[in-house]
């Protein structure tokens, strides 16, 4: 094994604090990998990593290594792709929650696939937060306002959002027309994977009459929390809970589009409407020059921008 394939095999072991999970990742034996640091170490004449029967983490000089080698293996990958014909090769692993995937992400890639044929794409779906390092999670694809984090966020997409419920729940609650009318009411609860708390219905208001043209208003938001008999995290769960008649919801528009179009679901407060959900690609600073994960990027922006 040359220098940059056992650097590339480092630095998995590291992310995945693991030399069996490496070795299934780059679908060596296991020994193949345990001889390939043992040669790092003996070249490099230091420790890289701390083992025990049950961890594997990195010592200092093997934390300040694995940063060298991320610099090194993406400058590589950078010069390749300087010829007109270089691509972008090897494996990718994006993590996506499902409904962006299977509305927005599945349906183009055979056309990323056919342009780019020598990466090999991984994908798996989540709401929760990811730690994308320890999973060797290159980047992930995720809904709604971003906390402070450490990681690199480019917004590739607004999308619209509608506050609607079933009719069975309007015939027994009543359909509010302003937002000082959900008193009363009740929702589903989305909880925050970030904070764990309940996330409040929005609406923009305005001091002046909703008939006027949206260009003379100054709008404003008015947070609004209603008690929850269900509280879920996933996005299938929430919507199948507002077809039921469990509460008020407000989700991205594409999502319950068919229910609109038949009838299942309702959409109420239409001159309130909620501020856009905005969707953030987001990586660690270490892939921040990564070919795969820059042109991935780039892609998704497409995507969103013509959907």
């Not at 604090?17 to 990998?33: C, E, G, H, I, M």
């Not at 999973?135 to 690199?152: A, C, K, N, W």
């Not at 100054?218 to 008690?227: H, N, R």
């Not at 989700?251 to 856009?276: F, K, M, N």
């Amino acid at each position: 094994m040359d220098r940059i394939d056992a650097m590339r095999v480092f630095i998995r072991v590291v992310e995945q604090r693991s030399f069996t999970q490496t070795a299934q990742d780059l679908n060596l034996p296991r020994s193949t990998v345990t001889d390939a640091i043992k040669q790092l170490e003996k070249r490099l004449n230091v420790r890289l990593l701390q083992r025990t029967t049950r961890h594997v983490s990195p010592t200092l000089d093997g934390e300040a290594y694995y940063q060298r080698c991320l610099q090194i293996i993406a400058d590589i990958e950078d010069a390749e792709m300087a010829f007109a014909d270089a691509k972008p090769r090897g494996l990718l692993r994006i993590d996506v929650q499902g409904t962006l995937a299977r509305h927005f992400v599945l349906p183009q890639l055979p056309d990323f696939i056919a342009q780019y044929p020598d990466i090999e794409l991984f994908i798996s779906e989540g709401d929760r937060l990811v730690d994308l390092i320890r999973e060797g999670i290159d980047g992930v694809l995720r809904v709604g306002t971003l906390q402070d984090s450490d990681m690199v966020a480019r917004r590739v997409a607004l999308l619209p959002q509608v506050t609607c419920a079933a009719p069975r729940y309007l015939q027994h609650y009543g359909t509010p027309c302003t937002p000082h009318e959900l008193a009363g009411h009740r929702m589903v609860g989305f909880r925050s994977s970030a904070s764990g708390g309940l996330m409040p219905l929005e609406f923009a208001v305005s001091p002046t009459p909703p008939r006027l043209s949206p260009d003379c208003q100054k709008t404003s938001i008015q947070a609004v929390k209603l008690p929850a008999v269900l509280s879920v995290s996933g996005a299938e769960s929430f919507v199948a809970a507002a077809r039921l008649g469990l509460g008020i919801v407000q989700v991205p528009r594409y999502h319950v589009e068919p229910d609109l179009y038949a009838g299942t679901l309702i959409e109420v407060l239409p001159e309130y409407t909620p501020p856009p959900m905005p969707v953030s690609f987001l990586y660690p600073h270490n892939r921040q020059l990564s070919p795969r994960v820059r042109i991935f990027s780039d892609w998704l922006r497409q995507i969103f921008r013509t959907a």
